[in-house]
């Protein structure tokens, strides 16, 4: 791959990870309409490493809270980081027993159409949630339930923040804690994906990872700045101007795939 496509997907994915449009779907798009096949499983989890530096350094200061209450046996702490650990087993039994398939879904270009439209269905109920939800996090059986939603998004064109996000607001968590339980949620997953990964990563030739690092690099730096603007337009309760977004992108890349 050239570098400037690795840098062109990093940065798409940087910014479509955060914003509830479907990083995964995005770079499937792109790719297709560069003239290529979709990029394997390992080079959209490398990009998301670098989404992962971006989360990190965005919560760095909560993130360091939740380690040091779990290691001072803090009740809060523990109940939360619970919840984020209950909310991971989705998506881990997705990773362990449907590798393959998923696989095989990303080689599939019109999975993410339809996958941006079923986004679109998720956030247009935040329409009227957005501006009720007050609670500071979800309950243990509300968190399996986004747990279900995230695993769902493993599927390309399911935004895994927009679907996640819009669930919790849903439950009656309230935006910018919905966010932040969503984003945290995403830390233990991705890292998650990417240790699965690692086995085929150590195979790879060195000379063949300088695009990958390079889109993490990328991901990295857009997806701080989309992470931004996502915490403004909760505050203004404006999620669900996505919807129109996710449906309109994923039609004309239906019809697009249906002419060409």
Known sequence: MPLWQAVLLGIVQGVT??????????????????????????????????????????YRARVLELVRGVLGRDGGSFRYAGKLALATLPAVIVGLFFKDAVEAVFAAPWVAGAGLLVTGAFLITTRTTQGRAQGREPGFAQALWIGCAQALAIL???????????????????????????????????????????????ETPAASLLPLWVGALAAALSGLAALGVLVRLLRAQRFHWFAGYTWAAGLAFLVYLALR
């Open 17 to 58: 990870e955060f914003l509830p449009i479907s990083s995964d779907g995005h770079l499937v798009i792109v790719q297709t309409l560069l003239g290529g096949e979709a990029q394997g499983l390992l080079f959209v989890i490398g990009v998301h490493v670098g989404s992962l530096l971006a989360l990190l350094v965005f």
């Open 156 to 202: 390309p064109g399911v935004s895994r923040s927009g679907s996640t996000i819009a669930l919790a607001l849903a439950f009656g968590v309230a935006p910018l804690a919905a966010a932040e339980f969503s984003f945290l949620l995403g830390i233990v997953a991705i890292t998650g994906a990417a240790v699965l990964e690692l086995p085929d990563l150590l």
